[in-house]
């Protein structure tokens, strides 16, 4: 027999037993605290005529009846996770609900998790804490309206007001932020600050992953990826310079063998078909243009620099940088201007003596034609001719008089 076996002399009585797990939770009552909701917002992004749009819905019953906003709703308590609701709001507004060819419209769409918001104020029913998701599919149909909005309808990026007042005093546990842009169609609660930190992690992230693939088909050209980046980034990029850098990246994209059918718009060669490889980070990251503005219009910041060989002493060069594989990754960085030295002069060569006048070999003056005059003969007369045809031919006047032989100096 088993049991509490008391002492008679000391009188202890049996403890009291423990409360199970199960009884605290049949006596627990929830509504000793503050309800909170919890709701699921999607910023869906794709590519439309070759500019970035995103999926809005117009909201049919208050608050903010007739505003647009990002679609999403309220979770369903016991039923299903944050990311099931997430999918079941993208299905639901894309028009793929109900469709035959769901899972596989599905599985073609990149979804993960952006951050959280839950700001007392942002919504004026209760206090919502609203977790925000980031999607990216290629070639999604024309929305369709749920049960619970008006309308539906893909809004280029640029035609959308990123001020909302209803942000002020939001916060959000996300990558990147930030809030701004240029007057045009308001969102409802804070759907704007939502929006723009979507449009950051998207633009921050296709540098160092090949996220930018998501947006397209299996099969693509290089020119269609390099499209992808331009609507995202906003900016312009060197055709020939981002076709080297792509397939210089090993594991972002790999050859099909195969081209397309026809060449360009423009005529020309008909470019190769490439697939997504299987690289999940790239190295070297595809870095933005300098000139890249984030959403709060704010210059993006520059990416820290390798001290160079002038560095202090006590500073060491990154590990890519020792190994002699860091050129590609300066290459990329904006250049410092240097200062360029004078140009050093050659000195002058000392000033010198002027020549003298040349020497005649005679007192006479040169002959007016320029010829020298042959040198004087002896006194007695003109100088004699090395020849005797010159002697013959030579005037009266030059020639010498005729001596006696008896008189002649040389006679003996």
């Not at 939770?25 to 000793?32: S, T, V």
């Not at 331009?230 to 060197?238: D, F, K, N, S, T």
Request: include cysteine.
């Amino acid at each position: 027999m088993t049991g509490w076996r008391g002492d008679a002399t000391t009188g202890d009585d049996p403890p009291e037993p423990r409360a199970t797990e199960r009884d605290w939770l049949a006596a627990y009552d929830p509504r000793a605290f503050t309800p909170v909701a919890v709701t699921v917002d999607v910023v869906a992004l794709t590519l439309r005529g070759g500019d970035l749009h995103v999926l809005l819905v117009e909201r049919a019953e208050p608050p903010y009846q007739g505003c647009w906003a990002l679609p999403g709703g309220f979770l369903r308590a016991g039923a299903e996770g944050l990311a099931e609701a997430a999918v079941r709001e993208l299905a639901e507004e894309t028009g793929l609900e109900g469709s035959i060819e769901i899972d596989a419209a599905l599985s073609r769409i990149h979804l993960e998790q952006l951050g959280s918001y839950g700001a007392p104020e942002r919504d004026p029913r209760m206090h919502v804490v609203s977790v925000a998701y980031l999607a990216f599919a290629p070639g999604l149909p024309d929305p369709q309206a749920g049960t619970d909005a008006a309308a539906a309808a893909w809004h280029p990026v640029s035609a959308l007001d990123l001020t909302s007042p209803q942000t002020a005093g939001a916060s959000a546990d996300t990558h990147g932020g930030g809030v701004g842009g240029h007057p045009g169609i308001p969102l409802a609660f804070d759907h704007a600050r939502i929006l723009a930190d979507g449009l950051d992690r998207a633009r921050a992230k296709i540098e160092y992953s090949p996220l930018a693939t998501a947006f397209l088909h299996h099969d693509f050209t290089i020119p269609e990826l390099r499209a992808v980046y331009e609507a995202v980034w906003g900016e312009r990029l060197h055709a020939g310079n981002f076709h080297r850098k792509v397939l210089s990246v090993p594991g972002f994209v790999e050859s099909t063998g195969t081209t397309t059918e026809r060449g360009g718009s423009r005529g020309g060669p008909r470019a190769r078909t490439y697939h997504p490889g299987d690289a999940r980070v790239l190295h070297p990251r595809c870095s933005a243009p300098a000139g890249r503005r984030t959403c709060d219009d704010r210059p993006a910041p520059a990416p820290p620099r390798a001290p160079g060989r002038g560095a202090r002493r006590g500073t060491r060069h990154p590990a890519h940088v020792r190994r002699g594989t860091g050129r590609r990754h300066r290459r990329d960085r904006p250049r410092r201007p240097v200062p360029r030295r004078p140009r050093r002069r050659r000195p002058a060569p000392p000033p010198t003596r002027p020549a003298p006048p040349p020497r005649h070999r005679t007192a006479h003056p040169p002959h007016r034609g320029g010829r020298r005059l042959p040198r004087p003969g002896p006194a007695l007369g003109p100088p004699r001719s090395s020849s005797p045809r010159q002697r013959r031919h030579r005037p009266a006047a030059h020639r010498p008089p005729q001596l006696p032989a008896r008189s002649h100096p040389d006679h003996r």
